[in-house]
């Protein structure tokens, strides 16, 4: 029983807990989920169109969306967990579907079968990625992500496109094969092991060296003189970083043991014994 009058408390019983969403959800990080979920939707609507260079556009337009509604929930701590469910259905559409029907439409075709199946593959393993991105997102340290994040993944299509259209080749035969390769690779990047820079602890509103500054603003000039060439390399650069760190960690490692095995007790027991001057006979 309780000291105040009239109230009663029953012994094993537990406040009911309301469910997060009866509180409401944040608005400012959802629409900007909602805006990549409509651009993602609408690539796929250009591709249907025959609109490959609109559909590749929208695509990377999508990514911009999904940068800031992270950074728009974390600098205004109105992260949830609905957020970040919704985010991940909106990026397999945007980044998932919408890239593998671009790829599908403007290259692949012509492979028939294996075709759609290397497009079925990407976005499968988008999927995956997705998945198990949420699993581990409290267990994983923050500065780096396991595999090539599916956004990167769908800007190396549409970079791809952007470039072909770019220098006058989005007739040429040889895409066929280029989309296809590509596809596998950045499909296997994604369900990988490798570790890629997240960039979720750089702080521009911190202060930087004047350096810095200078090269960021030679970054924007050459994007703006040449858009096309300067994103495709800027995520080419981003895809391939977490396989060469990989390959130079593993060489590093190789000889590091190479050494150690040079080292050893025997080694330099036989050294000593060596070393020794014989007795005169």
């Given at each position: 029983?309780s ?19 009866r ?7 959802n629409?900007f ?30 990514q911009?969306c999904d940068?800031?509604?992270g ?9 949830s ?40 593959l ?12 949420n699993?581990?997102v409290?267990?994983?340290e ?12 769908a ?16 007739g ?7 989309m ?5 690779a950045?499909?296997g ?26 090269g ?20 080419l ?30 080694g ?5 014994r060596?070393?020794?001057p014989?007795?005169?006979?």
């Amino acid at each position: 029983m309780s000291d105040t009058p009239g109230i009663r408390i029953i012994p094993g019983r537990r406040r009911r807990r309301i469910p997060p969403l009866r509180r409401g959800v944040y608005l400012l990080p959802n629409l900007f989920t909602t805006a990549g979920l409509f651009t993602g939707f609408y690539s796929i609507i250009a591709t249907l169109g025959h609109r490959y260079q609109l559909a590749a556009i929208m695509i990377l337009v999508a990514q911009a969306c999904d940068v800031l509604d992270g950074r728009i929930a974390r600098l205004t701590r109105s992260a949830s967990s609905f957020g970040e469910q919704y985010d991940s259905l909106a990026d397999l559409v945007a980044f998932g579907v919408a890239p593998g029907i671009l790829v599908y439409q403007w290259a692949l075709v012509p492979w028939g079968r294996w075709g759609w199946l290397a497009a079925t593959l990407y976005v499968t393993c988008g999927a995956l990625r997705l998945a198990r991105f949420n699993v581990q997102v409290g267990s994983v340290e923050k500065r780096h992500f396991v595999g090539l994040p599916i956004p990167a993944a769908a800007d190396v299509i549409a970079t791809t496109v952007l470039l072909f259209y770019y220098f006058g080749g989005a007739g040429a035969p040889n895409k066929r094969i280029l989309m296809l390769l590509v596809i596998y690779a950045v499909a296997g990047f994604m369900v990988s092991e490798i570790r890629y820079f997240s960039f979720k602890e750089i702080r521009l509103h911190h202060r930087h060296p004047f350096q810095v500054l200078l090269g960021l603003i030679l970054v924007i000039m050459l994007a703006i003189a040449a858009p096309q060439p300067v994103l495709f390399l800027g995520v080419l650069t981003y895809a391939l970083s977490g396989p060469v760190v990989y390959l130079g960690r593993l060489l590093a490692g190789r000889r590091r043991l190479a050494a150690r095995a040079g080292q050893t007790p025997g080694g330099r027991a036989g050294a000593v014994r060596s070393s020794t001057p014989t007795p005169p006979v």
